[in-house]
């Protein structure tokens, strides 16, 4: 069965860091560009950041620019977010999505905007954060 499992959620301080985990099943992730999106309550969802399949190039909202970094381990099929100095506007349903290309997917995470074009998704893993 072809899935993506997205965890690593939970509640955190202001400030404080999480490690969010894409990890696949019934298929090989060095063959797919991997995004991150999320959305918050209320608000449309958006992309954060992305990670090609080929040279590794990565790409981010500015809105998490500086704070959030995204990786990619072939070898455990798995990517990760590493999301530091969260903000309470950090707060939201985080998901991660493959596509066979990063180009679109770029663009739409560099804009912040959602991106309809990938072809699996993870089920979502909730971030909060708040003191």
């Known amino acids: 069965q072809v899935q993506l499992v997205d965890s690593g959620g939970g509640l955190v301080q202001p400030g404080g860091s999480l490690r969010l985990s894409c990890a696949a099943s019934?298929?090989?992730?060095?063959?797919?560009?991997i995004g991150w999106f999320r959305q918050a309550p209320g608000k449309e969802r958006e992309g954060v950041s992305c990670?090609?399949?080929?040279?590794?190039?990565?790409y981010y909202a500015d809105s998490v620019k500086g704070r959030f970094t995204i990786s990619r381990d072939n070898a455990k099929n798995t990517v990760y977010l590493q999301m530091n100095s969260l903000k309470p506007e950090d707060t939201a349903v985080y998901y991660c999505?493959?596509?066979?290309?990063?180009?679109?997917?770029?663009?739409?995470?560099?804009?912040?905007?959602?991106?309809?074009?990938?072809?699996?998704w993870g089920k979502g893993t909730l971030v909060t954060v708040s003191s």
């Open positions: 990670i090609s399949r080929s040279d590794g190039s990565t």
């Open positions: 999505a493959a596509t066979r290309s990063v180009r679109d997917l770029a663009a739409a995470v560099m804009a912040s905007r959602d991106y309809y074009g990938m072809d699996f």
């Open positions: 019934g298929f090989t992730l060095d063959y797919y560009a």
